[in-house]
T-cell receptor
Framework: EAQVTQNPRYLITVTGKKLTVTCSQN?????MSWYRQDPGLGLRQIYY???????DKGDVPEGYKVSRKEKRNFPLILESPSPNQTSLYFC??????????FGQGTRLTVV | EDQVTQSPEALRLQEGESSSLNCSYT??????LFWYRQDPGKGPEFLFTLYSAGEEKEKERLKATLTKKESFLHITAPKPEDSATYLCAVPPEGYRDSWGKLQFGAGTQVVVTP
């Protein structure tokens, strides 16, 4: 089954404690992205990747890091999380010119 | 600069009451427009892709159309299970590789009551 898998689904952490949210896709897609979704602000892109070792900033990259060492994986790293990074996060993947497939989401709370 | 705008923000319909959602875009050389459905707390689910003005696509009670400046999502005789937020997205202008950088509208929240 074609899918994008994010882990964990829910995470509560404390300010400053480094965390990683994993994302994996099984469709051999070139493009992968991370979005955050907040009430009233819609989906905002954090980072995206066009292929292995090629990444670029989205609209809200501050406080986040990504890496794309393998085509199927695109982890999101928060080196020092802060409460304003409390949000619902989605990973997505796509191929050129085609629709994006989204993961189930990760609800992150930073206290 | 926002390149895609959706209206209305929210829509409340009686079951069976047809209506349309609007997605307007400012991208001059549109290469594709996507419609998604999103249920609360879940990832967006793909509905349609439209590539050129005049194109139409249908799926059950939903029909998407595209002009040179906007797209419409028509909901015919909606049922309560059509309640969701509907999002449209376009690859924006002015980026090295815009296919990876989809810009989403804010969405239209649709509630269908029995």
């Amino acid at each position: 089954e074609a899918q994008v898998t994010q882990n964990p689904r829910y995470l509560i952490t404390v300010t400053g404690k480094k965390l990683t949210v994993t994302c994996s896709q099984n469709m051999n897609h070139e493009y992968m992205s991370w979005y955050r979704q907040d009430p009233g602000l819609g989906l905002r892109q954090i980072y995206y990747s066009m292929n292995v070792e090629v990444t670029d900033k989205g609209d809200v990259p501050e406080g986040y890091k990504v890496s794309r060492k393998e085509k199927r994986n695109f982890p999101l790293i928060l080196e020092s999380p802060s409460p304003n990074q409390t949000s619902l996060y989605f990973c997505a993947s796509s191929s050129l010119g085609a629709e994006a497939f989204f993961g189930q989401g990760t609800r992150l709370t930073v206290v | 600069e926002d390149q895609v705008t959706q209206s209305p923000e929210a829509l409340r319909l009686q079951e069976g009451e047809s209506s349309s959602l609007n997605c307007s875009y400012t991208v001059s050389g549109l290469r594709g427009l996507f419609w998604y459905r999103q249920d609360p707390g879940k990832g967006p689910e793909f509905l349609f892709t439209l590539y050129s003005a005049g194109e139409e696509k249908e799926k059950e009670r939903l029909k998407a159309t595209l002009t040179k400046k906007e797209s419409f999502l028509h909901i015919t005789a909606p049922k309560p299970e059509d309640s969701a937020t509907y999002l449209c997205a376009v690859p924006p202008e002015g980026y090295r590789d815009s296919w990876g950088k989809l810009q989403f509208g804010a969405g239209t929240q649709v509630v269908v009551t029995p």
